[in-house]
């Protein structure tokens, strides 16, 4: 069996959210988001980790391009996402809430269909230098 290798691809983006469920109480909000559910929202700089998995193409010596990557990255996600309010700016996140778990998911559902079907992505998504998220688990 062939061994498989992972093109790891990094990006940034900016963006503000609030985490708030409506179909709770403001007090019941409050107590399972505390300042994320802040009404005037507040700001991350989120770091996205894009990993590809697959076999070496013999012609280009390439799993994958990072340019390809950096390109489809910058055309469906941070064009929408960067410098916006996740909760009021994105069609996304109008009825999600946009918790790192939420936006690695949407941004796998974002970039996935772009992909070669021979190559699995994960979505990697750091919220704070301590949080971060993986998705799929
Ligand atoms: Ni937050």
């Known amino acids: 069996m062939k ?3 992972a093109v790891y691809r990094r990006e940034h983006f900016n963006a503000a959210h609030r985490l708030f469920n409506p179909a709770l ?3 019941e909000n409050a107590a ?6 802040y009404p005037n929202y507040h700001g991350h700089n989120y770091e996205v980790v894009l990993k590809v998995v697959g076999e070496i193409n013999p012609v280009t010596g390439f799993v994958v391009d990072t340019k390809h990557l950096s390109d489809l990255m910058k055309e469906h996600v941070l064009e929408k996402f960067d410098h916006r309010n996740l ?3 994105t069609n996304e996140f ?4 946009p918790t790192a778990e939420n936006i690695a998911m949407v941004i796998h559902q974002l970039i ?3 992909l070669a ?3 699995d992505l994960t979505v990697i998504l750091y919220e704070t230098e301590r949080n971060y ?3 799929p688990a």
């Open 3 to 5: 061994h498989k290798t």
């Open 112 to 114: 996935s269909p772009h």
């Open 25 to 27: 109480s403001a007090d």
């Open 133 to 135: 998220v993986e998705y």
């Open 32 to 37: 399972l988001f505390g300042k994320c559910s």
């Open 117 to 119: 079907p021979n190559l």
């Open 94 to 97: 109008k009825t999600l809430i």
């Open 87 to 89: 909760n009021l700016d």
